[in-house]
């Protein structure tokens, strides 16, 4: 493991690391499992994506750790095992995009939480593998065939990729086609480059119209990038100290539920102030600090205005 990284355990117990280069965490400290599961996996709504189609794909951002693709398995599983019928024929379709090697070595450790004994042990039935072959292989780039059931096979890909070249790449090969995207990032504040309008609007072109973008910020220039790409915007499930993660959407597509809410009067204020100005990196190559410059600017002519 990198000398930049350090294992944390978290308050729910599961682990993540501290990342000593951008001086975070990887995750919410108040627990890694529970913001995968408040902030991304419940405002999926799995219920209605598994019975209302066939094929089920999902777009992994900043995979890391890999939590927010292991919990929307896990409760996939639980779901599964709920249902009096069985699907006849269930595709899971994951892709997973970093761009860090080292991060993927710590998976095994992630996978040896309790939390995760279902999972794995579903897999490694499925695959006549051994518990720890599963582990590993989960922690590597490349292609993973597996199966929850005999009726439901995941095609599950981890890619070693920079997010701003690959996403356009992606938009060609496989624009429209996703029902959920998972974006897990570094904060904005450290990381503005991987929380741009630009970076957005390549997103809009992946989902479906009924697709869902779900992050744990709830960045006022995050959800302003959000709106000004024609998404309607709501929260989710507020996760320790924080007030909640965002969900984005085509307007109509999404009802608030007891883990999707609307903004409140106050946060929709503040929304439409110049907190809510989005960064901007047109070309998708400008460094930190000219994305943060331009939007200062950008704030400084609100003002003006």
């Excluded at 090969?173 to 390549?202: M, Y």
Aim: with cysteine; aromatic share 8%; net charge neutral.
């Amino acid at each position: 493991m990198s000398e930049a990284l350090s294992i944390i355990k978290t308050e729910d117990g599961s682990i993540t690391c501290f990342d000593e280069e951008v001086d975070e965490l990887y995750h919410n400290r108040a627990g890694a499992y529970t913001e995968a599961l408040k902030n991304y996996v419940e405002p999926c709504c799995l219920p209605l994506a598994i019975t209302s189609q066939s094929t089920v794909c999902l777009l992994d951002v900043c995979f890391g750790l890999g939590y927010n693709s292991f919990v929307f398995l896990d409760q996939l599983i639980e779901l599964l095992d709920d249902l009096p019928v069985q699907p006849a024929n269930l595709k899971i379709q994951i892709l997973g995009i970093d761009k860090d090697a080292e991060i993927l070595k710590v998976i095994p450790s992630v996978l040896a939480d309790q939390k995760f004994n279902r999972l794995i042990n579903r897999l490694a039935q499925t695959s006549k593998k051994k518990i720890n072959q599963v582990k590993q292989s989960l922690s590597s780039f490349g292609f993973h065939n597996l199966k929850l059931t005999e009726n439901v096979h995941i095609d599950f890909e981890i890619r070693q990729a920079d997010i701003r070249q690959a996403l356009p790449k992606l938009v060609k090969e496989a624009g429209g086609t996703f029902d959920f995207v998972f974006h897990d990032g570094f904060s904005p504040r450290k990381v503005p480059e991987l929380w741009t309008i630009d970076l957005f609007q390549l997103y809009t072109k992946l989902i479906k119209q009924s697709g869902r973008i779900l992050t744990y910020s709830s960045a006022l220039a995050v959800r302003g990038a959000f709106r000004a790409c024609g998404l309607e915007v709501k929260k989710t499930t507020a996760v320790g100290g924080k007030s909640g993660g965002t969900l984005a959407a085509y307007p109509g597509q999404i009802k608030t539920d007891e883990c999707i809410l609307d903004l409140s009067e106050t946060e929709q204020l503040r929304l439409a102030s110049r907190s809510g100005v989005p960064y901007r990196d047109p070309t998708l190559t400008d460094n930190r600090q000219a994305i943060l410059d331009r939007r200062q600017e950008e704030i400084a002519h609100c003002k003006q205005l």
